[in-house]
């Protein structure tokens, strides 16, 4: 078997805490087999099946999709199911919960802060055409130029690396966050959202993006590449606009009109009926 | 009510930089803090000396001499370093927070690219241009006076 540079076997430092039985987190040391293609996340698989059964942590998919089982590997923010341990390149592998957050047990934050910061910015398309939400009769027309003002941001997997790489989080219980803000910007650059309103508001308070002095550690570690300082400074841009009336609010995205008298090509099958 | 059996996490200050591996763009932001902050004692220490001279000429000579000497010189060019990164930083910061420097947003594709490779030839420049001033400055206390 090649390890390449890595040895035979790796040691993984791991970062434990048991509600109840310790009063602060211990760092416990497991040597493990090291196999080839193997990622953090298998290191953890296996230190449970092999050494100590009661390591607790959190994941689903194991293909950097769902973002649960975010946590600190080597000191950095990121997903322990796509980081090969071949990547990190040392022999020992040091992994400890998100920071920034509440440990449950081990390796197991809780996100919650994060989900409340991120329903009270309204995450969501805001309109006033609400029956044609609910009983879509058409689509609504978005250009591609207006479709890449958000749709790096849309792909937020919730994960909360940024929100343990944040300084200001490090000391801000009250910021929203990067993910939340990060939101907020996609909601309101999509052409159609008429939620701005709502939404400036919220952020126009404490929990806004002013806390925000651009470190850039939520960039730096997002898995996906969703860049959330740059949707903050972008937002920062678009609310001094608005304050200043200066904001250029594109037209609400109207539902396309169905064509008619034209002909469905040979062998298209028609769409199936909406389900929600 | 039942107990919170979770442990607190948050970094505090200690998270400025410590408590994992950060990228250098998060020094530039602790610097930027801890030299406001240095800014603003120095601030609060210049109007109460200064304010001396509402006291009379004897009280005036009296702080200045007081404020005097080698280590005092270097202080006040610490306080020429901490102005200068401030300054020129904060301009830098100025433009980026309001979205100029940083890219437009792009499709994710990996190797992923973000704001702050856009703005990495504005944090050299700024870095160059504070060393420059750091230099001169240098020059002009210790040696040119």
Known sequence: MSNGNLPEQIVFRIRRFAPGRDKEPVWKEYPIAYEVGMTVLDGLWKVKETIDPTLAWRASCRMGVCGSCGMLINGKAGLGCNTQIAELGTAVVTVAPLANFPIVRDLVPDLRPLFDAHTALSPYIIRADTAEQEEPTREYYQSAEQMEAYLQFSYCIKCACCMAACPTCATDPVYSGPVALAQAHRYNTDTRD?????????????????????????????????????????????????????????????????PEGIERRPGIPEAPPPTV | MAKDRRHPNRLGIWGWVGGGSWGPDRYLYTLHRITGLGLLAYFLVHVVVT?????????????????????????????????????????????????????????PIYPYRNCLDDQRPWALGALLLIAVLVVVGALDFFVWH
Not at chain 1, 213 to 239: N, T, W, Y
Not at chain 2, 73 to 84: H, K, Q, R
Not at chain 2, 97 to 105: A, D, H, N, S, V
Request: aromatic letters at 10%.
């Open chain 2, 51 to 107: 304010s001396s001279r509402a006291l009379g000429e004897a009280a005036w000579e009296a702080s200045m001499a007081r404020v005097s000497g080698p280590l005092f010189v270097l202080g006040e060019y610490l306080v020429f370093v901490a102005f200068a990164f401030h300054v020129i930083n904060g301009v830098r910061l100025f433009f980026a927070e309001l979205g100029w420097g940083i890219g437009k947003p792009i499709e």
């Open chain 1, 194 to 258: 008429d939620g701005f309103e709502v939404r400036k508001e919220v952020l126009a308070d404490e929990v806004g993006p002013w806390r925000c002095h651009f470190a850039g550690e939520c960039s730096r570690v997002c898995p996906k590449g969703v860049d959330p300082a740059k949707a903050i400074q972008l937002m920062k841009r678009q609310l001094v606009a608005d304050a200043l009336g200066l904001r250029k609010k594109p037209p609400l995205a109207q539902p396309v009109e169905k």
